[in-house]
């Protein structure tokens, strides 16, 4: 599916998942980003379960 990995709205819903997990991630455990990079994989349990959930894109196409 390479014409579906270069889809614009492919990156811009995984950057902006991302950002937002990262960010609330960020502000939930008041931490700095920069100096503790790995507190935001508190959330990836959500980002690895996103592809295979009801609102993912894969099963939009």
């Known amino acids: 599916m390479p014409q579906l990995i270069t ?3 492919f990156f811009i819903l995984l ?12 502000k939930m455990k008041k931490i700095n980003p920069v100096k503790d990079p790995y507190s ?5 349990p959500e980002i690895y379960h ?5 609102h993912s894109p894969w099963l939009w196409t």
């Open 15 to 26: 950057f902006s998942w991302l950002t937002f997990f990262f960010i609330f991630s960020s």
């Open 40 to 44: 935001a994989l508190i959330f990836m």
């Open 50 to 54: 996103w592809p295979w959930s009801w």
């Open 7 to 9: 889809a614009p709205w």
